[in-house]
Nanobody, 126 residues
Framework: QVQLVESGGGLVQAGGSLSLSCAAS????????MGWFRQAPGKEREFVAA????????YYADSVKGRFTISRDNAKTTVYLQMNSLKPEDTAVYYC???????????????????WGQGTQVTVSS
């Protein structure tokens, strides 16, 4: 079992920045590929970014590419999402997820993830 707890959400003006964290506990964090997803009101959950458990490989949704950066610190068992140049359409609940994928594997499909956090609200005002 892996427990995930997100933090760092909040209210920010358009053009601003936020940094989300996802702290993991339980089984060996370094064995898990990690991802960030988001869900806006009335919409389906969508992929945002993913990182392999080695940290070597990352992948982003087109909508956030160049603005968001995913990273991880396996020693601290934490994955991060740095969000810059935020837009009102980035408003959503952001979730982190973990999957026991091989070394450099990226996981972008939500149903492949075994563990999910409770989510943190990000609101971007115009």
């Amino acid at each position: 079992q892996v427990q995930l707890v997100e933090s760092g959400g909040g209210l920010v003006q358009a053009g601003g920045s936020l940094s989300l964290s996802c702290a993991a506990s339980g089984r060996t964090f370094g064995s898990y590929a990690m991802g960030w997803f988001r869900q806006a009101p009335g919409k389906e959950r969508e992929f945002v970014a993913a990182i392999s458990w080695s940290g070597r490989n990352t992948y982003y949704a087109d909508s956030v590419k160049g603005r968001f950066t995913i990273s991880r610190d396996n020693a601290k068992t934490t994955v991060y999402l740095q969000m810059n140049s935020l837009k009102p359409e980035d408003t959503a609940v952001y979730y982190c997820a973990a999957d026991p994928a091989p070394f450099n594997t990226i996981v972008v499909v939500s149903h492949q993830y075994d563990y999910w956090g409770q989510g943190t609200q990000v609101t971007v005002s115009s």
